[in-house]
Nanobody, 122 residues
Framework: QVQLVESGGGLVQAGGSLRLSCAASGSIFSINAMGWYRQAPGKQRELVATITNSGSTNYADSVKGRFTISRDNAKNTVYLQMNSLKPEDTAVYYC????????????????WGQGTQVTVSS
């Protein structure tokens, strides 16, 4: 059974930084794209950033220049470095893996972590 576990959330003042981590565990041979999404109270879940297994990245306009996504394929881990945080970045942040191939060659899709709270105070 594959699991995604996020860590690194917390409370920070505006202008501060946080680094989120998401580790995938279980029977994993390869992971395609991984990403971070967030959901603020009363709002829909939105994309923050994604990264392919070859390192190509994509960011929401609202975080470009402030957030950096990266991954360590050997550790099946994706990171999100968040700098210059703003109160509007407050949300629950979720890790996603869009396709995981296990050691038997079977693919499964759309894995999500349990979420980690990020709160930015003004």
């Amino acid at each position: 059974q594959v699991q995604l576990v996020e860590s690194g959330g917390g409370l920070v003042q505006a202008g501060g930084s946080l680094r989120l981590s998401c580790a995938a565990s279980g029977s994993i041979f390869s992971i395609n794209a991984m990403g971070w999404y967030r959901q603020a109270p009363g709002k829909q879940r939105e994309l923050v950033a994604t990264i392919t297994n070859s390192g190509s990245t994509n960011y929401a306009d609202s975080v470009k220049g402030r957030f950096t996504i990266s991954r360590d394929n050997a550790k099946n881990t994706v990171y999100l470095q968040m700098n210059s945080l703003k109160p509007e970045d407050t949300a629950v942040y979720y890790c996603n893996a869009d396709r995981i191939v296990n050691h038997f060659g079977f693919s499964r899709y759309d894995y999500w972590g349990q979420g980690t709270q990020v709160t930015v105070s003004s």
